[in-house]
């Protein structure tokens, strides 16, 4: 009888744990998304005119830590270059690790990069190959990008791809319809890329 008891006690501890891992990996995502969005906030600080120490003493962070951030070779933001070969969250390739962008647990590839940007700022011009993505949220769609977070607006559109990968809270690798991506993510991920593209022997 004690047996039984034990293996049932042992059962509800393991579905615990299972539920408070999960809700400890959520919190976890939230909280990355959250540092690509801060990301992107500084980055949006600075281009309208704050210097560096400026926007270090107005939110309480040295200004070596802004520089990191605003500095897309220093591989220290939450958005940054990809170290090993992995698969693209958008077109589910295999991508090299320079030509790929880490997020929090999701990639993007310099080709859906490309694409994406080329699609958020002219849609009607997009090309045939571009038509794999479309842009959400121009006329207050929903949606949230998968690397900030963030959902779609008029003034922030995302672009979508008809496949993708699962989030990374998924044990499978699956794929799933509707992976996006933000302007502003969209946007740093070239900017890396382009910096990556002029260091090729930088990657550790």
Known sequence: MSTVVDILSLDALVAEAR???ERTLR???RAERASVAFQHAIRRLHASGASIREIAAALGISHQRVHQILDVTSGKGALKRARAQVICNLCTEHIAPECAVAGP???VCAGCVERGRRL?????SATAQDESMRPLA???GKGTCGFCGRSASALQPLARAPRGLAPPLERRRRRRPGASICRDCLDLAGQILEAQAKRPDSIA
């Not at 958020?120 to 009607?124: E, M, R, T, Y």
């Open 105 to 107: 647990g999701v990639y």
């Open 138 to 140: 121009l006329d207050g």
């Open 19 to 21: 539920r408070l891992q």
């Open 120 to 124: 958020l700022v002219s849609p009607a």
């Open 27 to 29: 919190r976890q995502l």
